[in-house]
């Protein structure tokens, strides 16, 4: 009986050496698959953090762009209308009054008054981004409303 019971000790403080050994194998696997994980997301974040800022680039690009030429068509309509209102003081006997009346203010001033120009929603108005992930210095933190319209330049 004394000898079983050696067998079983034995077998017992096998059975223990064996699990707290596939204890720390498996910890020690887990923790290096969950380093690399860890490293690979890492990775995929700051990817995804320059995209971003290619994006919002490329989008302040297209709007700086977009209120340029906004610009220009309204500078060239005052000298379409100025040249009309020139060719018909000059040339018509009678010209239309609409015509020989100067433009005020801006082109949108000689439009019909009972339509109402659409308005360019600020930047980034919906969007939700975390201030603390801003990349550049160039955007005031996103949220405060302290973004100014390309076209209007009303914040």
Same mark, same amino acid.
């Given at each position: =009986?004394?000898? $079983?019971?050696?067998?079983?000790?034995?077998?017992?403080?096998?059975?223990?050496?064996?699990?707290?050994?596939?204890?720390?194998?498996?910890?020690?696997?887990?923790?290096?698959?969950? %380093?690399? %994980?860890?490293?690979? =997301?890492?990775?995929?974040?700051?990817? =995804?953090? %320059?995209?971003?800022?290619?994006?919002? /680039?490329?989008?302040?690009?297209?709007?700086?762009? $977009?209120?340029?030429?906004?610009?220009?068509?309204? $500078?060239?309509?005052?000298?379409?209308?100025?040249?009309?209102?020139?060719?018909?003081?000059?040339?018509?006997?009678?010209? #239309?009054? /609409?015509?020989?009346?100067?433009?005020?203010?801006?082109?949108? +001033?000689?439009?019909?008054? +009972?339509?109402? $120009? #659409? %308005?360019?929603? #600020?930047?980034?108005?919906?969007? +939700?981004?975390?201030?603390?992930?801003?990349?550049?210095?160039?955007? &005031? #933190?996103?949220?405060?409303?302290?973004?100014?319209? &390309?076209?209007?330049?009303?914040?």
């Amino acid at each position: =009986m004394e000898g $079983s019971a050696i067998t079983w000790v034995v077998g017992l403080i096998a059975l223990a050496a064996g699990a707290g050994i596939g204890a720390l194998v498996n910890r020690n696997l887990y923790l290096k698959n969950y %380093r690399k %994980r860890s490293a690979e =997301m890492e990775a995929q974040l700051q990817d =995804m953090q %320059r995209e971003q800022v290619l994006y919002r /680039q490329k989008v302040d690009q297209h709007f700086s762009q $977009s209120a340029q030429l906004l610009q220009e068509m309204a $500078s060239n309509y005052q000298k379409i209308y100025q040249h009309l209102s020139n060719g018909a003081q000059v040339l018509c006997e009678n010209p #239309p009054q /609409q015509l020989t009346q100067p433009l005020e203010g801006n082109a949108h +001033d000689a439009t019909n008054d +009972d339509v109402e $120009s #659409p %308005r360019l929603a #600020p930047r980034y108005q919906t969007m +939700d981004f975390d201030t603390e992930t801003e990349m550049d210095n160039n955007h &005031p #933190p996103l949220g405060t409303g302290a973004a100014k319209n &390309p076209v209007t330049g009303v914040a």
